[in-house]
């Protein structure tokens, strides 16, 4: 099968009409096209005075290079910029010219979507207690992985466990969410199996950049970890040791640019859950129309599940015909559609939400296989991008008829632990 870009965008043609020209060499037309020469220098001219008397920040050069070369012939750059990006496709851009493909990534153009993954050393021996964690973003332009940049030294990422010798065949969870644009690291376990974060490491695409959040009020592991509507949620767990106030507690961080900027940036504590039952493992919080599903383990095991309406502050319990298809990671695009990976045949179902029932997608024959063995997956773009057990990323075209899979190529030595999908990392330096 055919490898195909990870994040595509709609089929969308470039059209570019070039100025016309100033020189016209039939003899019968020479006069009249003289005339339009002098009428477009004149409105050259005016075009001129008028950007020069303009603000600055409307005449600034967005990106390095060549300043004697427009982004368009006969535009302001800040005209350019409106018209090149409303084209869809930032492959196209890039295949252009180096002055398109810098401004692809630079702060003041439009971000397109792009894949970011936690990866742990698979190279090392499986005895070890820490092998090394970092984070990449799959650049879908370039078809490349690129490191983030170091994280802040608390906590050390390298005490972070993924592997410990009293779990053989159990690797332990590293929990990462996705909400406003951002990627956050919200939980994991030390060499002493106590929570690793007590603070969450924040890293935004657009500055390329790391930060701290606020302190958790109750730092934990093994918990369920979820976004909707901008803001982070951390319920139930396991903190140093086992208890019961945790493992009913919830707390949500807001990370829309509103709550941070009125100085409001600290964790709130939430309505307790109604029972421990979800302190077993650490389990995704899926955000979908303004609540949060989750179901307490995974696997054949009997589940049960719960749902969060966060506008509410209020819990519910789940209907059993939406319980039914957790059979593997469930994911929701846009935060209104929901999707299941079923682990064990590697069949993708969608969520009927009006007749209450889940429906199989049809994949391209052979695509079931790809999937088996799922362990993670998160939606965005009419795409599903999901981790497997053997350690490959398979992405899902669930707007194709039928969906279109394909697997990304990833780094040689590192095996993905969780994938997310947010804005390009601005890279002003690129060509």
């Given at each position: 099968m055919a490898p195909t870009p990870l994040l595509t965008f709609p089929s969308h043609s470039l059209h570019f009409t070039p100025p016309l020209s100033l020189f016209n060499n039939s003899k019968k037309k020479q006069k009249q096209k003289k005339r339009e020469m002098e009428k477009k220098l004149k409105r050259r001219e005016s075009m001129s005075t008028t950007a020069a008397e303009s603000p600055p920040a409307k005449r600034r050069r967005t990106v390095t290079g060549n300043e004697n070369s427009a982004l368009i012939e006969g535009l302001p750059d800040h005209i350019s910029e409106i018209c090149l990006s409303l084209v869809h496709?930032?492959?196209?851009?890039?295949?252009?010219?180096?002055?398109?493909?810098?401004?692809?990534?630079?702060?003041?153009?439009?971000?397109?979507?792009?894949?970011y993954a936690l990866f742990v050393d698979s190279t090392s021996d499986t005895?070890?207690?820490?092998?090394?964690?970092?984070?990449?973003?799959?650049?879908?332009?370039?078809?490349?992985?690129?490191p983030l940049p170091p994280p802040p030294p608390d906590p050390p990422l390298h005490r972070i466990l993924y592997r410990h010798p009293s779990f053989i065949s159990f690797n332990l969870p590293i929990q990462c969410v996705s909400a406003a644009g951002k990627l956050?690291?919200?939980?994991?376990?030390?060499?002493?199996?106590?929570?690793a974060i007590s603070h969450p490491l924040i890293f935004d695409p657009i500055s390329s950049s790391w930060s701290s959040g606020p302190r958790i009020g109750s730092p934990r592991r093994w918990c369920a970890t979820g976004a909707c509507d901008g803001a982070i949620?951390?319920?139930?767990?396991?903190?140093?040791?086992?208890?019961?106030?945790?493992?009913?507690?919830?707390?949500?961080l807001d990370l829309t640019e509103q709550?941070?900027?009125?100085?409001?940036?600290?964790?709130?504590?939430?309505?307790?859950?109604?029972?421990?039952?979800?302190?077993?493992?650490?389990i995704d919080a899926v955000g979908y129309r303004r609540k949060l599903l989750m179901v307490n383990v995974k696997g054949d095991a009997v589940k049960e599940?719960?749902?969060?309406?966060?506008v509410k502050d209020d819990w519910e319990p789940m209907p059993e015909e939406m319980l039914v298809g957790w059979r593997g990671p469930v994911a929701a695009m846009e935060e209104e559609i929901l999707y299941?990976?079923?682990?064990?045949?590697?069949?993708?179902?969608?969520?009927?939400?009006?007749?209450?029932?889940?429906r199989e997608v049809v994949v391209v024959e052979g695509g079931e296989e790809m999937l088996k063995g799922a362990t993670q997956v998160t939606a965005d773009s009419g795409k599903l991008c999901v981790v497997t057990g053997d350690g490959k990323i398979v992405v899902v075209d669930v707007a194709a008829?039928?969906?279109?899979?394909?697997?990304?190529?990833?780094?040689?030595?590192?095996?993905?632990?969780?994938?997310?999908?947010?804005?390009?990392m601005s890279q002003p330096n690129f060509c």
């Open positions: 496709r930032p492959s196209l851009l890039s295949a252009v010219c180096t002055r398109w493909r810098r401004l692809l990534y630079s702060p003041e153009f439009p971000s397109f979507p792009s894949l005895g070890r207690v820490n092998p090394s964690v970092r984070f990449m973003c799959f650049n879908p332009v370039s078809s490349k992985w690129y956050i690291l919200i939980a994991g376990s030390n060499q002493q199996l106590s929570p949620y951390i319920a139930s767990g396991i903190s140093s040791q086992f208890s019961s106030t945790v493992a009913k507690s919830v707390e949500k709550n941070r900027n009125n100085h409001r940036f600290n964790w709130e504590k939430l309505r307790d859950m109604r029972d421990l039952r979800f302190s077993r493992e650490a599940g719960a749902i969060y309406d966060v299941s990976v079923d682990e064990r045949r590697g069949t993708v179902r969608k969520y009927d939400d009006e007749k209450r029932e889940w008829e039928p969906a279109k899979i394909w697997n990304v190529e990833i780094p040689d030595g590192l095996e993905p632990v969780s994938v997310h999908v947010l804005p390009r």
